[in-house]
C-alpha cells in the first residue's frame, strides 16, 4: 500500500542528516515565515537545517520571529575537492598555491624523486546536503540563480516540493502541494499536524500563523475558506501569538520604510481602466531612506490601500549594475509570473521579479507598462 504524502516525508525526513530550505528568489513574507517555523521543527527532530533565498535577507517586519535562523543568499561549501598524489615514490617537501587570474594553481615539492600525471588524481566528495526542501516554489527557475549555479546539485538530491500555488510544476520527488491553501504556513502546518501535533510550539506555530495572515492581508482576501479558520484555530490552540502577529506586521513600521513609502507615494501612477498602479524608485531613495528591497512588500499593502480598486501592482526600482528590477504583484484572475514573462520574470503567480537590462528607470517604464497594458486589455 502506498505511503501517504506526510508518511512519505517522514521517509525522506529520517534518510537526511542535513536537510536545507530553499526559497524562491522573489520570497513573501509566508515563505519566509513558513521556513523559520519548519527550520525550527526540524531542529526537533535532530535535524540542522540551513534555510538559503537568492532574493536576499530576512524582511525586517518578521524579525519578531524567536524561532527564525539566519537566511543566506548563497549555497556555501556545499562540495569539498580531494586532490589525490600517490606519494610512495616522491614524498612531499613543501605545498603553496597561487591564483593567477581566475585559476587556482597548487604546486607541491618533493623531497626527492618526481611525481606524473599520473600519479595524481582528483575526487568530489558528496554534497554537503542530502534532501531539499523548497517552499513557494513553482518551478526551479523561480529559485533565480541558485537554481543555475547549483543545477547538478539540485537534480542530483531528493527535493520535496511543497507549496500552495496553481502555477507549481510538481518537479520534486514529494510534492506537497494544496491549491485548496490559502498559504504554504497553512501547508506546512497540516503537514506537520499529522505527524505529530505535540512537536509544534508556540513558537513554531506563530510563525506558521504568521505566513497565513500575511498572505491573506490579515483573511480579508477572497480565497480564505472554512478548512483557513479551522487551521488558525488549531494554531492558536498550540499557542500561536495572533495579536503580536497583526501588531508586527501591520502596526508597526520602521522609520526607514515611512521614508521609502513617501517616495514611492509621491510617484504613484494610476491606470483604472485596467486597475493597475504602479511607481518608481530610485537608487537614491534607498539610500535616502536608510531601507532596502525587503521593504517592498510594506510598500504594496500601502498601494492596494491606497488603490483599492487595484488588480496589478509594479514598482520599478534601479539595482547596481546598471539593471532595472521590478516587483510585480497580481491578484487572481491576474497572474504576475505570466504577465512579467517578456522580461525574464521568476516567481509566482502573485508575485514576481522582473529584470531589465537598462539603465534608465524612465524608459523600463515605459516598456513594461506599455506591455502590461496590452496584456490587462486581451
Known amino acids: 500500500m502506498s505511503l501517504l504524502p506526510h508518511e512519505q516525508f517522514l521517509a525522506f525526513l529520517s534518510r537526511a542528516e542535513r536537510p536545507v530550505i530553499l526559497l524562491p528568489e522573489v520570497a513573501t513574507a509566508d515563505d519566509f515565515a513558513t521556513a523559520f517555523g519548519l527550520c525550527a521543527l526540524l531542529a526537533k527532530l535532530g535535524k540542522t537545517t540551513e534555510i538559503i533565498c537568492a532574493g536576499g535577507s530576512t524582511p525586517k517586519s518578521l524579525g519578531f520571529l524567536s ?66 526542501i523548497t517552499i513557494g516554489v513553482a518551478d526551479l527557475a523561480a529559485l533565480g540563480p541558485i537554481g543555475k549555479k547549483y543545477a547538478d546539485f539540485i537534480f542530483a538530491t531528493p527535493v520535496i516540493n511543497l507549496d500552495h500555488n496553481t502555477a507549481n510544476d510538481h518537479f520534486g520527488a514529494l510534492n506537497i502541494v494544496d491549491v485548496s491553501a490559502v498559504a504554504n504556513g497553512e501547508v506546512a502546518f497540516a503537514l506537520m499536524s499529522r505527524l505529530d501535533e505535540s512537536i509544534i510550539d ?43 502577529i497583526v501588531a508586527k506586521l501591520y502596526r508597526t513600521r520602521s522609520v526607514e520604510t515611512l521614508r ?5 507615494l509621491a ?69 504576475a509570473l505570466a504577465l512579467g514573462l517578456p522580461f525574464k520574470s521568476s516567481g509566482t503567480r502573485e508575485v ?27
Open 67 to 132: 524561532g527564525s535562523t539566519p537566511v543566506h543568499g548563497d549555497l556555501q561549501n556545499i562540495r569539498s575537492l580531494t586532490i589525490n598524489v600517490n606519494v610512495a615514490k616522491a614524498k612531499v617537501d613543501e605545498l603553496s598555491y597561487t591564483v593567477v587570474g581566475e585559476t587556482l594553481r597548487i604546486h607541491l615539492t618533493p623531497k626527492s624523486g618526481e611525481w606524473k600525471s599520473e600519479d595524481v588524481a582528483v575526487a568530489t566528495a558528496s554534497y554537503k546536503y542530502d534532501l531539499i
Open 267 to 335: 510617484r504613484l501612477k494610476v491606470d483604472a481602466t485596467h486597475s493597475l498602479v504602479w511607481t518608481l524608485l530610485t537608487h537614491q531613495d534607498f539610500i535616502n531612506a536608510g531601507s532596502d528591497e525587503t521593504a517592498l512588500e510594506d510598500i504594496v499593502e500601502e498601494l492596494l490601500n491606497t488603490s483599492p480598486d487595484a488588480k496589478v501592482v509594479a514598482i520599478f526600482y534601479e539595482q547596481p549594475g546598471e539593471t532595472i528590477a521590478v516587483q510585480l504583484h497580481a491578484e487572481r484572475p491576474h497572474d
Open 202 to 244: 508556540a513558537d513554531i506555530s506563530t510563525c506558521f500563523l504568521t505566513g497565513m495572515v500575511a498572505a491573506t492581508k490579515s483573511f480579508k482576501t477572497p480565497n480564505v475558506t472554512p478548512k483557513t479558520l479551522k487551521a488558525v484555530g488549531q494554531l492558536m490552540n498550540l499557542g500561536a501569538r495572533r495579536d503580536e
Open 260 to 264: 521609502l513609502w513617501g517616495r514611492a
Open 352 to 378: 514576481a521579479r522582473l529584470t531589465l537590462n537598462s539603465a534608465d528607470l524612465v524608459a523600463a517604464e515605459k516598456v513594461v507598462i506599455t506591455h502590461l497594458q496590452k496584456e490587462l486589455a486581451k
